[in-house]
């Protein structure tokens, strides 16, 4: 089956500094990455779509320069929380899409936990 | 608006059988789809629905009715390990999913 990983799967950064988590289909190539971002409790909520080699899309109530996605090929994307502060801890989940007929599922990284202090 | 319901949490017995429904309102329709999701980890593709009727694959059956806006996951013989949440998310006309809030099912001895 295809394989989506993100790396780190933790990271605990300090208010003001930037965090990189990445994206990958391991075994497939993703024209399309998801971003979701799932608090405690809470259901997923979509923050941006990707194409590759395109500027992501993203959700209304969702800063564009604060969280950077770039899905510069098709087996990467990367989002970039920049000057992180502590109400952005969350659990940042990545999905990705492959082409072709039929291909209809989202396949989903095990996410990685953010913490702010 | 775009809307997705199902119940916040079931509780059931282990080896006893459960169905956990969803309702939808959406701009246009591509599918149905269920997740799992356990505590801290990220969901896990369980069904895929686009016609009316039956899926069944093992212990886990997914139900669709388009003209009612439903559809429903059963899971059979249940195991503790199936306590988890459950997600429903429909596809809409711009292939974008649709996500309900998850059921928390809990299993009990």
């Known amino acids: 089956g295809a394989v989506v990983s993100q790396h780190p799967s933790w990271v605990i950064c300090k208010s003001g500094t930037s965090v990189k988590i990445e994206c990958r289909s391991l075994?497939?190539?993703?024209?399309?990455m998801f971003w979701y971002r799932q608090f405690p409790k809470q259901s997923l909520m979509l923050m941006a779509t990707?194409?590759?080699?395109?500027?992501?899309?993203?959700e209304q109530g969702v800063e564009k320069d604060k969280f950077l996605i770039n899905h510069a090929s098709l087996t990467l994307s990367t989002l970039t929380v920049t000057s992180a502060h502590p109400e952005d801890s969350s659990f940042y989940i990545c999905?990705?899409?492959?082409?072709?007929?039929?291909?209809?599922?989202?396949?989903f990284g095990p996410g990685t936990r953010l913490t702010v202090t | 608006g775009q809307n997705i319901d199902q119940p916040t949490e079931m509780t059931a017995t282990e080896g006893a059988i459960v169905q956990i429904n969803c309702t939808y309102q959406?701009?246009?329709?591509?599918?149905l789809f269920w997740y799992q999701q356990h505590a801290g980890e990220a969901p896990t593709f369980l069904s895929y629905?686009?016609l009316d009727g039956l899926e069944e694959k093992g212990r886990f059956s997914s139900f669709l009715s388009r003209s009612k806006g439903y559809s429903y996951l059963l899971l059979k013989e249940l195991q503790m390990k199936d306590s988890a949440s459950y997600l429903c998310?429909?596809?809409?006309?711009?292939?974008?999913?649709?996500w309900g809030a998850g059921t928390k099912l809990i299993i009990k001895p």
């Open positions: 999905s990705a899409r492959g082409q072709g007929d039929g291909f209809y599922e989202q396949y």
């Open positions: 075994d497939f190539q993703a024209t399309t």
């Open positions: 990707s194409n590759e080699g395109s500027k992501a899309t993203y």
């Open positions: 959406t701009s246009g329709f591509n599918g």
């Open positions: 629905n686009v």
């Open positions: 998310a429909v596809r809409d006309s711009n292939y974008q999913l649709i």
